[in-house]
């Protein structure tokens, strides 16, 4: 019976941890959403109205298309933040959440896009 109630509570306690690690994950999340997309999307305007040309007009509907492509999942969001040197390493550590980007990246590894740089 002991051994019953030492697992039962050992369960519980495990699952109250995935609890916290799965709030913690999903704060990141809206951390994402919130307070780095809209430096991504500033990022990308500035990058395309710079970058632009008679070849590349990058006028408002180029400018529309790349922020859908660059926003649409959280992991192209961190992806972007990361390639624009939005966000580095140092701030996902400082901040704990480098476990849960390898998380986000291992999640949404379909959604990722591959940069010219692989």
């Known amino acids: 019976m002991l051994l019953l109630v030492i697992f039962a509570?050992?369960?519980f306690a495990w699952l109250v941890w995935q609890l916290l690690r799965a709030k913690k994950f999903t704060r990141f999340k809206q951390t994402l959403e919130q307070e780095i997309k809209p430096k991504v999307v500033a990022?990308?305007?500035n990058e395309l109205n710079e970058t632009r040309s008679e070849l590349f007009p990058n006028n408002q509907a180029h400018q529309e298309a790349?922020?859908?492509f660059w926003c649409q999942y959280k992991s192209r969001i961190l992806q972007?933040?990361?390639d624009r040197e939005i966000?580095?390493?140092?701030?996902?550590?400082?901040?704990g959440n480098l476990?849960?980007?390898q998380h986000l990246f291992h999640v949404e590894r379909h959604?990722?896009?591959?940069?010219?740089?692989e």
């Open 9 to 11: 509570f050992g369960a």
């Open 43 to 45: 990022h990308i305007i």
């Open 111 to 117: 959604l990722l896009a591959k940069t010219s740089g």
């Open 66 to 68: 790349t922020i859908y």
């Open 87 to 95: 966000i580095d390493k140092e701030w996902l550590t400082a901040t």
């Open 80 to 82: 972007a933040a990361l």
């Open 99 to 101: 476990r849960n980007c």
